[in-house]
């Protein structure tokens, strides 16, 4: 496996790897890899004749306060994982490396990123957009895969590949879970044993929903209300937002037609989880 740390290189090599005659696929991440990532990059595996990750943890996409200093970081485990999985090369760039002196150029995705987690990290997406736009410049991916786990984030590369004729083909890939439900994040790890149990009540919340509407429940603020509820009677978790949205254009919606997502976003003690699923009215 190819270990490439900087632009020049990855440019030569993505060149000698399409001379080859061969496609490629890239399962951007910022690294500290669990199953979810792993599923990722197996689903990868068989999309594309070259198997390419990159690892960055994105300084642009992280606001002031948040957690870019202490986001964990295992490069050596990351390295032995990707390998049992077949992948065949990393790009591991650092932070001067992507944003050398001077850099100026970000890309802005508009009205998709004004809900959800575009509220509460009004910086958030901006940061992905570009990030995601430069690895497709650098890498030259025929695919690139993506965890419904972020689903906003999807929406947003999506609409930014569609928009900028981008030549990659977006593949969704649905959220990894522990046996207990809780969608596996690196982030994960901050929890302790009581928040690891509180944390649970995201999944819970989403299998409320699913039931609600499976019992012909449409009205949104309905499961709303009940979603917050459950939230506050859990210890050690505080709501960032409970939001019922349409699947495109991450737009709240009153009633559910056809197809909606759910959307939550919840503080577990210092620790911010988010998850979602699709409402299905029929
Ligand atoms: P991250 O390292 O958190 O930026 O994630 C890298 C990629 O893995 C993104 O496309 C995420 O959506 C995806 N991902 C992370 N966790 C999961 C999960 N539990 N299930 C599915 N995809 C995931």
């Known amino acids: 496996?190819?270990?490439?740390?900087?632009?020049?290189?990855?440019?030569?090599?993505?060149?000698?790897?399409?001379?080859?005659?061969?496609?490629?696929?890239?399962?951007?991440?910022?690294?500290?890899?669990?199953?979810?990532?792993?599923?990722?990059?197996?689903?990868?595996?068989?999309?594309?004749?070259?198997?390419?990750?990159?690892?960055?943890?994105?300084?642009?996409?992280?606001?002031?306060?948040?957690?870019?200093?202490?986001?964990?970081?295992?490069?050596?485990?990351?390295?032995?994982?990707?390998?049992?999985?077949?992948?065949?090369?990393?790009?591991?760039?650092?932070?001067?490396?992507?944003?050398?002196?001077?850099?100026?150029?970000?890309?802005?995705?508009?009205g998709i990123t004004g809900t959800l987690c575009g509220v509460s990290r009004p910086t958030h997406f901006r940061g992905v957009a570009t990030v995601v736009a430069k690895l497709f410049n650098i890498c030259e991916p025929d695919v690139a895969i993506f965890g419904e786990k972020d689903y906003q984030q999807l929406a947003v590369i999506r609409r930014m590949v569609e928009d900028l004729n981008m030549n990659v083909r977006v593949v969704a890939h649905p959220t990894v879970r522990e046996e207990d439900g809780l969608a596996m994040s690196s982030r994960n790890k901050y929890l302790n044993g009581e928040q690891r149990v509180s944390a649970l009540v995201l999944n819970r919340v989403l299998g409320m929903a699913r039931d609600l509407v499976a019992g012909g429940e449409r009205k949104t603020e309905a499961i709303r209300k009940k979603a917050l509820d459950m939230i506050a009677s859990t210890p050690d978790a505080v709501v960032d937002y409970v939001e019922i949205v349409h699947p495109e254009t991450m737009q709240c919606i009153d009633m559910i037609e056809d197809r909606a997502i759910l959307a939550l976003a919840v503080k577990i003690g210092t620790t911010r989880l988010i998850d979602n699923t699709e409402l299905k009215s029929s």
């Open 1 to 110: 496996m190819d270990v490439i740390t900087t632009v020049r290189e990855m440019k030569a090599y993505v060149k000698a790897v399409r001379q080859r005659g061969e496609t490629i696929c890239l399962v951007p991440t910022m690294g500290y890899l669990h199953k979810g990532h792993l599923d990722l990059m197996r689903m990868g595996r068989n999309l594309s004749d070259h198997l390419m990750i990159s690892i960055f943890v994105n300084p642009t996409q992280f606001g002031p306060a948040e957690d870019l200093s202490r986001y964990p970081r295992d490069f050596e485990q990351d390295r032995r994982l990707s390998g049992e999985v077949g992948v065949d090369s990393i790009f591991f760039p650092t932070p001067e490396e992507m944003y050398p002196k001077g850099y100026a150029t970000y890309i802005n995705v508009e």
